[in-house]
């Protein structure tokens, strides 16, 4: 069996063209098979779908950063969705979508963002397409809602700050995503040793910064080592975990 590593979220369209290129070639070297990268805002959307057929290695997500759709008004939205659902049989999955009560000031807000959020789970239902879900300051609401729905295919992102929260996305069969926090964050490294490999996916969210510079998704090794150490386990399982676990959530 072929095995791989995968870096499930990112934002390659946020990186210049010589930093783009030279992380291609060291994904390459590092058994990197595949970069999701997820998309913002409108502009984000053209790019990495426009990166995603330049490069093999680069699968797209379509979507709207929760913040961002919440100040779409409704025909803005209703041609944001007609484009999404012109392009989704181009893309890997609908994502980064979600909510973000963070600098949600009104329970309107809320309610905008919750609507939006449910309108992408139905185009993901229909479409058989998996999310790729932000939950900052939601992680609770986000869980009820996609309970509510009905959802299956289901990756939370950055997903590691409460143990009981991750354990129930687990029961749901969904994945949670793990990122550069692991490295340092001991409350993530504790959550993660704890939390089963069978749902667990590595993403970097690249180019967020880390240590003082850019996280690139060749430090998806760093991330997957990490993980190794703290279950105690080989690295060699870890990456066909990552193979197992891409392929069920994403083909
Ligand atoms: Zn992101």
């Given at each position: 069996m072929i095995k791989m590593f995968y870096d499930s979220h990112a934002h390659i369209n946020m990186l210049t063209k010589k930093e783009l290129e030279e992380m291609l070639e060291r994904t390459k070297d590092k058994n990197v098979d595949e970069i999701i990268s997820c998309s913002t805002s409108f502009e984000s959307n053209k790019q990495n779908l426009l990166l995603s057929k330049k490069f093999p290695q680069i699968k797209a997500a379509i979507g709207l950063?929760?913040?961002?759709?919440?100040?779409?008004?409704?025909?803005?939205?209703?041609?944001?969705?007609?484009?999404?659902?012109?392009?989704?049989?181009?893309?890997?999955?609908i994502g980064e979508v979600g909510m973000d009560y963070k600098y949600?000031?009104?329970?309107?807000?809320?309610?905008?963002?919750?609507?939006?959020?449910?309108?992408?789970?139905?185009?993901g239902k229909k479409y058989d397409k998996p999310l790729i879900i932000h939950s900052r300051y939601a992680q609770r609401q986000v869980i009820?809602?996609?309970?509510?729905?009905?959802?299956?295919?289901?990756?939370?992102?950055?997903f590691v700050d409460s143990k009981k929260l991750m354990l129930r996305a687990a029961n749901n069969n969904w994945f949670v995503g793990v990122g550069m926090s692991v490295l340092f964050n001991e409350q993530v490294q504790r959550?993660?040793?704890?939390?089963?490999?069978?749902n667990l996916?590595?993403?970097?969210?690249?180019?967020?910064?880390?240590?003082?510079k850019k996280a690139m998704s060749d430090d998806i090794i760093s991330i997957a080592n990490k993980v190794a150490s703290l279950k105690e386990i080989e690295i060699g399982?870890?990456?066909?975990?990552?193979e197992a676990n891409y392929t069920k959530l994403f083909e």
């Open positions: 950063y929760p913040l961002d759709a919440m100040e779409l008004e409704e025909k803005e939205l209703d041609r944001a969705f007609g484009f999404f659902e012109k392009h989704i049989k181009e893309v890997k999955a949600c000031k009104t329970d309107e807000d809320k309610e905008k963002q919750k609507d939006i959020f449910i309108r992408f789970i139905e185009l009820e809602t996609l309970e509510k729905e009905d959802c299956e295919k289901v990756l939370l992102h950055s959550n993660i040793s704890e939390f089963p490999i069978e996916l590595l993403e970097t969210d690249s180019p967020i910064r880390f240590d003082g399982l870890i990456e066909k975990r990552q």
